[in-house]
């Protein structure tokens, strides 16, 4: 899901409690909750690198504990280096001050004390929290990798869900507000405020997931009671849009076409019109195969669950210049898009010209890679 989710998540796993246990386990938590997103670094080396390594190693079963360990040992290093430094200006004041009776609070002031085990247990549960985010998206992730390369995708959930930024944002706002009036009319400072609310929040969002998940699989259900094709289906897939849970687009496969419909859970209608919700199932060709062994063409086939690759001629691919060739040799554009994001997703009007997450490669002579891009960025 998007950083605000995963950072507001960790807040919330942090302020539910885990915070009475150790020092610093909410801003340890806030920035496990988010850590494994890290791998977004591999973008600079290109946007097909990006795709290669985004949700990798960090986002699995076996990289989340070292992940969480990391965060616990960087923050955990960080609070008790403030530590020193803060008793050696207590120090310093000490044996400035003739007046030892003044200093001495500062000295021996009481902070809540850093427990490591704990620290460590609070980066675990929120790194885990990133993993369960991202497989309810339609994105997906690999959680068993490098054991079990399969992705594995909920798609239940849109990529950034409004709902959820409210109810966490209430659940972080309102405590400081509550703060900011005590402290107006001298009430005594609360030192954990907050539990109650991110508990809801916790609780809203796993009820929030559950509720989507139902309408999943019931969408699903309707497909299958309901004859969209004449024509056997092979599999189905079923996206969400956002805010709305009971409106879902449908992606059906057959052996000559893939067959497109608009799901509404609540009223159980499907529309589908078999003309413009239809989309040919490209034939391969000699550039399609060489653009399928191409860097590009390894890695979107190893992600694209619902990939469609399709030669689209001497069309000029976004990021890509065409080639200046001499007389004699060809050159044509192999098109990559995951049917998982092309549908207007918005709510309305026509599925986008370039889906999120198409790639392009140029192929001249129907061998050669004559360049590669992503979203409209060159790979290099």
Not at 139 to 151: Q, S, T
């Amino acid at each position: 899901m998007d950083p605000v989710t995963h950072f507001l998540t960790g807040a919330c796993i942090g302020r539910a409690g885990l915070n009475r246990k150790t020092a610093c386990a909410t801003v340890t938590a806030v920035l496990a909750a988010e850590a494994a997103d890290l791998d977004i670094l591999w973008g600079f080396g290109g946007p097909v690198e990006g795709l290669e390594h985004h949700r990798g190693i960090t986002h699995t079963f076996l990289g989340a504990p070292f992940v969480a360990l990391v965060t616990a040992g960087v923050v955990g290093l960080a609070y008790l280096w403030s530590e020193s430094l803060r008793r050696r200006r207590s120090g310093a004041l000490l044996r400035r001050n003739s007046d030892e009776a003044l200093a001495e609070p500062v000295l021996t002031q009481a902070r809540q004390p850093l427990r490591w085990g704990w620290l460590y247990f609070t980066a675990l549960i929120a790194a885990l929290s990133h993993i369960l985010l991202d497989w309810a998206t339609t994105y997906g992730v690999r959680p068993f990798f490098p054991f079990n390369p399969r992705w594995y995708a909920g798609s239940f959930i849109f990529i950034v869900e409004p709902a959820l930024w409210i109810v966490f944002l209430l659940a972080v706002i309102i405590p400081a507000l509550l703060g900011l009036t005590d402290r107006e009319i001298g009430a005594r400072r609360v030192k954990f405020r907050g539990r109650g609310w991110a508990i809801f929040a916790l609780a809203a969002t796993a009820v929030l997931l559950g509720w989507r998940w139902s309408e999943h699989r019931r969408g699903l259900a309707l497909l299958a009671d309901n004859q969209i094709t004449t024509v056997p289906v092979t599999r189905t897939a079923l996206e969400p849009y956002p805010v709305n849970p009971f409106r879902w687009h449908a992606i059906l496969e057959t052996a000559q076409f893939y067959q497109t419909a608009e799901i509404d859970t609540h009223t159980g209608e499907i529309d589908s019109d078999p003309q413009t919700d239809m989309i040919s199932r490209p034939a391969d060709s000699p550039a399609v195969e060489a653009a399928k062994r191409t860097l590009l063409g390894r890695v979107y086939q190893d992600w694209g669950m619902w990939a469609v690759i399709r030669d689209i001629g001497q069309t000029p691919a976004p990021g890509i210049d065409p080639p200046r060739l001499p007389p004699g040799q060809t050159w044509t554009t192999v098109e990559f898009i995951d049917l998982r994001f092309d549908y207007s997703f918005r709510g309305s009007g026509p599925p986008p010209a370039n889906p999120p997450l198409s790639g392009w490669v140029c192929i001249v002579n129907n061998r050669d890679d004559g360049g590669e891009s992503m979203d409209g960025r060159e790979q290099k």
